[in-house]
């Protein structure tokens, strides 16, 4: 599987293989989902790189 994810204008491409690729990639959203929500209460420690 490949996934190509947008983060603020910043592009990865990410292939996941096998058979825990689908688990993978809804643990990498929600972790992505948790930044943001962390960088939105707290602007200062999450900046965007």
Do not use: C, T, W
Not at 1 to 18: D, Q, R, T
Not at 24 to 48: T, V
């Amino acid at each position: 599987m490949a996934y190509l994810s947008s983060i603020h204008k910043k592009e990865l491409l990410l292939v996941l293989e096998g058979e825990e690729a689908q688990v993978l990639h809804q643990k990498l959203l929600e972790e992505i989902q948790l930044a943001e929500e962390n960088a939105r209460e707290n602007p200062g420690r999450y900046r965007n790189s």
